[in-house]
């Protein structure tokens, strides 16, 4: 039963470039999240997709946008890189949005922007 | 004040001791509540969750949940050394058909030989 898989495992970026991440979710899973993980800091929450759509966002700002595809895979695209982006990004899948569905989180892509 | 707040550490605790991680938060709406493990380097692993007040026990941990207090707690008996790890306690708000999990800090506990 595969985990979530997350790729790249790491990426190096110059400020100003866009980067995309890509998360495919645990086997039986149809919700995927994305979270921010900075050094030293808990996770935070970018957005929440299901059935294609973003259903909630977190504090990100418009740079920060998703894709959701049919077969329940998720993408993040980030957009005029900022030094601040620099961090640890996590996707995590669950069965549904209720309150009673755990994360479960992939291995992360650690992004670092110069 | 913080959504969730944790004390950062770190813990120390002697291998074979109960180490004892809390947690409160501030929304009341809070319906469920989880403990992450989180090794250097790593992404947070699920250990338990709790959505009921009381105690809920799998194997060597127990998660503790009181709402009136908005407090949570997580027990390590006989802590190994491999429990050496930052624990993350996090909460799910369910608003709007979505949910999310706000995380706190984290709690950095080291058991020692």
């Known amino acids: 039963d595969a985990g979530v898989t997350q790729s790249p495992t790491h990426l190096i970026k110059t400020r100003g470039q866009q980067v995309t991440l890509r998360c495919s979710p645990k086997s039986g899973h149809d919700t995927v999240s994305w979270y921010q993980q900075a050094l030293g800091q808990g996770p935070q929450f970018i957005f929440q997709y299901y059935e294609e759509e973003e259903r909630q966002r977190g504090n990100f700002p418009d740079r920060f946008s998703g894709h959701q595809f049919p077969n329940y895979s998720s993408e993040l695209n980030v957009n005029a890189l900022l030094l601040g982006d620099s961090a640890l990004y996590l996707c995590?899948?669950?069965?549904?949005?209720?309150?009673?569905?755990?994360?479960?989180f992939g291995n992360g892509t650690r992004l670092t922007v110069t | 004040q913080k959504e969730v707040e944790q004390n950062s550490g770190p813990l120390s605790v002697p291998e074979g001791a109960i180490a004892s991680l809390n947690c409160t938060y501030s929304?009341?709406?809070?319906?469920?509540f989880f403990w992450y493990r989180q090794y250097s380097g790593k992404s947070p692993e699920l250990i338990m969750f709790?959505?009921?007040?009381g105690d809920k026990e799998d194997g060597r941990f127990t998660a503790q949940l009181n709402k009136a207090s908005q407090y949570v707690s997580l027990l390590i008996r006989d802590s190994q050394p491999s429990d050496s790890a930052t624990y993350l306690c996090a909460v799910n708000l369910v608003t709007g058909g979505g949910n999310k999990l706000t995380f706190g800090t984290g709690t950095q506990l080291k058991v020692e030989l």
């Open positions: 995590a899948s669950s069965l549904g949005r209720g309150a009673r569905s755990p994360l479960h």
């Open positions: 709790i959505y009921s007040n």
């Open positions: 929304d009341r709406g809070s319906q469920s």
